[in-house]
Nanobody
Framework: VQLQASGGGSVQPGDSLSLSCAVSGRPSDDSHTGWFRRAPGKDREFVAR????????DYQGSVKGRFTISKDNAKNAVYLQMNSLKPEDTAVYYC??????????????????WGQGTLVTVSS
């Protein structure tokens, strides 16, 4: 299983940006892929996830209504559309995948394979 994140860049507050994650292989028959981020000086935190089989999604509270995670089964890709970006969204964003679970999906331990990060900078 390999993941490749892309799409980061520098934008101004209020702007939009879309990240992509190319996923090759699946860790299990029922898996999820998520986005995490690590802001400067902070721990890596969960952002959002999507279940491959159903398309069900979950979000961290601070991004609900602004970020949208989606998937394309045909392209084996997961996307993160980020709108109304704020300076506090500045971080290195990572995509990761693992066997689906109902609970503790915000924990990094719920993901067995990780891609490299892509930097998002939101600044005026």
């Amino acid at each position: 299983v390999q993941l490749q994140a892309s799409g980061g860049g520098s934008v101004q507050p209020g702007d939009s940006l879309s990240l992509s994650c190319a996923v090759s292989g699946r860790p299990s028959d029922d898996s999820h892929t998520g986005w995490f981020r690590r802001a400067p000086g902070k721990d890596r935190e969960f952002v959002a996830r999507v279940r491959w089989s159903t398309g069900n999604t979950d979000y961290q509270g601070s991004v609900k209504g602004r970020f949208t995670i989606s998937k394309d089964n045909a392209k084996n890709a997961v996307y993160l559309q980020m709108n109304s970006l704020k300076p506090e969204d500045t971080a290195v964003y990572y995509c990761a995948t693992g066997p689906w679970r109902i609970y503790a999906y915000m924990s990094q331990s719920a993901y067995t394979h990780w891609g490299q990060g892509t930097l998002v900078t939101v600044s005026s």
